[in-house]
C-alpha cells in the first residue's frame, strides 16, 4: 500500500510548518510539500533529516491556492515528476498511490497520528475517506475515490469552499462519508494563510460562487450537475 502525504504551504511556513514536519513519525512512502510563493518568505524549506529520504518539495511560480496545492500535489504521475493538469473526471496518468493524507500546515501530529487515520480509511474502505476531528485539515482519501470524484476546483482560490465543493461531488456520486475519527492530543493552530483583512471578502466571493455552481448554499444545493447544465 503506498501512503502519500500532501502539506500545501504559503505565508506559515517558517513559523508553523518545521513543527508539523517535525511531528510527522509515522511510516509514509511519499511526502510531497508544496511551497507557495510568498512576497516575505521565499527561502527554501528546511526539511527534518529523518524525513529527507522520501520527500520532495515543489515550489510554483505563483500561488496555487489549496485546491491547486491538492491538485498538484495528488497528480504527480511518477516520483519526482508531476503533471500540471488532469483533465476530466477519472482521467489520472498513473496510479502511483493508493491512500493519501492531506494535512494542513498549522496540525502538530501525535505518535500514531497518521497510521490511526489511514487504518480508518482502509476498515470504510466504501465511502473511500476518512476525517479527523479537523475536517479537511487532517484527512485521507484513496486514491480511487478521488479518481471518481475529481480534482479540486481551483476556481474557489486561494481558500474556502474547494472542500465543500469537492465532498458536494462526492455526495452525488452517492457516496457518504464516515463519522468523525478522534485522535487525542492531535494539535490544530486554527491559523490562517489569508490577512485577517481579506478573509470575509474571499469567503463571500467563494460563497457566491458555490451558490451559481450549485444553485444554493451548502446542504441547500438545486443542482446535480454545475451550474445546471
Known sequence: ?????????????????????????????????????????DEKIAIPEKLQVNTCVIYPKKNLGCAGSWNVGLS??????????????????????????????????VPGAI???VSHLVNNSCSGIAFSEEKFSFWALSYEIWSQVGL???????????DLDWLHRFRLLGFHEPGIFGIPGLRHARSSSIPAGDRDVIRE????LYNKKWGGGWTSEKFSNPYGI
Open 205 to 208: 466571493k467563494n460563497e457566491r
Open 76 to 109: 504527480m504521475a511518477n516520483w519526482g515528476t508531476r503533471i500540471d493538469r488532469v483533465v476530466g473526471r477519472g482521467m489520472f496518468v498513473r496510479k502511483s498511490w493508493q491512500n493519501a493524507v492531506l494535512i494542513n500546515d498549522d496540525i502538530v501530529l
Open 115 to 117: 497510521k490511526c487515520l
Open 152 to 162: 479540486f476546483d481551483e476556481s474557489f482560490w486561494p481558500a474556502y469552499y474547494e
Open 1 to 41: 500500500m503506498t501512503l502519500r502525504i500532501v502539506i500545501p504551504t504559503w505565508s506559515r511556513c517558517n513559523d508553523l510548518l518545521p513543527e508539523c514536519l517535525e511531528s510527522i513519525n509515522d511510516n509514509f512512502d511519499q511526502l510531497v510539500i508544496i511551497k507557495n510563493p510568498h512576497p516575505d518568505r
